[in-house]
């Protein structure tokens, strides 16, 4: 591919990207005002963070190769589709069906997009500097969701018609994004099988499966602490952390997913064994910092640990996602890709399935001691693990 149009796909596969998970995370601040508006509960809205991640899930499991046969702008546009309906149906949210609903589409479009998206900007991507591609195909989803976050909580506490305005911002996005991968080249030469393909597989190459067990302790820590804030980082804002502003809910989850695109720079910079020991320590101090700020009502001291813990995140999700990248042909990077967010959404999906049925019996706070638990032991299992086995053993 030349230059100049490979420079084209990856800004529109970063772009895209961007914009898919802005629809994402355009949710999040509206969380608290379903709550008053429409008396939703907080295990209900863990249920909506279970029905996003259960589709992704399912979308990932069935079409995680399908842009390997059927080209990465066909599929991309498909993605783009599904969160653009996902949207439009959550311009009228007064039951929490429709939010559920509503989310679910948006795990179906957010399921192509992690494995379509994400290898398209892994295809186009410069060779120079070597950690760029690892860098933006993990950590543009983090970003995304910050962006989405923090101009919705804006929007909502400022602008007019605070239901319904983020959702028409990120629907022009989202066609913006269609019209940007229709005009950009396409980075594979299909190949048939597109059925087969259908059939639920999960794996990665054998020289980088003895990988698995530590980038899967990194992403169901990281990935777990997502959806904590999603499903309730709200209710504690509001409750413990004394404050209603919708902005201020933004930039908390903000605080969380942005930096994780700051520090994916650094873990170039070491191995990814190395790095992932590295970013969990951080994150692990991180989640110290955020129980200090729950027991103490302390705001400011808990975005400045959601920081902390975000960019620690960033280190280690890109290290993980590098090492499973290693010496991989652009037909093995959807099915890896697929892989990844597989486990990811597994991490986040699985502790809100219990969290939302402990949220009945446990405030909160509690809640988020177990969290910080879990991320104690996924820090451990890293710090001990890591760097015992080898990409090509």
Not at 2 to 12: E, G, I, K
Not at 50 to 68: H, K, P
């Amino acid at each position: 591919m030349r230059t100049p149009y490979r420079s084209l796909a990856f800004a529109s596969a970063v772009l895209s990207l961007i914009a898919a998970f802005a629809a994402v995370g355009s949710t999040i601040p509206l969380f608290n005002l379903y709550r008053a508006e429409e008396g939703f509960t907080n295990g209900g809205i863990s249920l909506t963070v279970v029905a996003y991640s259960a589709a992704t899930l399912t979308t990932l499991l069935v079409t995680g190769r399908l842009s390997t046969h059927l080209g990465r702008r066909p599929v991309a546009i498909t993605s783009l589709a599904l969160l653009i309906a996902g949207c439009v149906l959550l311009l009228k949210v007064h039951h929490i069906g429709v939010l559920i609903g509503g989310r679910f589409l948006m795990g179906l479009g957010a399921g192509l997009a992690s494995s379509s998206l994400t290898a398209y900007v892994v295809d186009a991507a410069p060779p120079r500097p070597a950690w760029l591609a690892s860098v933006a195909s993990s950590q543009t989803v983090m970003f995304g969701l910050a962006v989405g976050a923090t101009t919705s909580g804006a929007l909502v506490q400022y602008g007019p018609w605070p239901r319904e305005l983020i959702y028409l911002v990120v629907i022009s996005l989202l066609l913006l994004s269609v019209l940007l991968i229709a005009i950009s080249p396409e980075t594979v030469t299909p190949i048939p099988g597109a059925r087969r393909s259908l059939r639920p597989s999960v794996g990665v190459p054998s020289r980088v499966r003895a990988l698995l067990p530590v980038a899967a302790a990194v992403l169901l820590a990281t990935w777990a602490t997502g959806a904590f804030y999603q499903a309730f980082v709200p209710a504690l804002v509001a409750e413990d952390l004394r404050t209603g502003n919708a902005l201020v809910l933004g930039l908390v989850f903000a605080a969380y997913m942005g930096p994780s695109a700051l520090g994916a720079p650094l873990s170039g910079r070491f191995s990814p064994a190395t790095a992932q020991r590295i970013g969990m320590i951080a994150f692990l101090t991180g989640w110290i910092g955020l129980l200090a700020a729950i027991t103490t009502h302390t705001l400011p001291l808990f975005i400045a640990a959601s920081i902390v813990a975000g960019a620690a995140q960033g280190v280690a999700i890109s290290a993980a996602t590098r090492g499973l990248l290693t010496g991989s042909a652009p037909a093995d990077r959807a099915p890896i890709f697929s892989t990844i967010y597989l486990l990811s959404y597994s991490s986040a999906t699985l502790p809100s399935l219990i969290s939302a049925r402990l949220s009945t019996v446990y405030s909160p706070p509690h809640i988020a001691f177990g969290y910080g638990v879990l991320a104690l032991l996924c820090a451990l299992f890293t710090i001990t693990a890591a760097g015992r086995s080898r990409a090509g053993r």
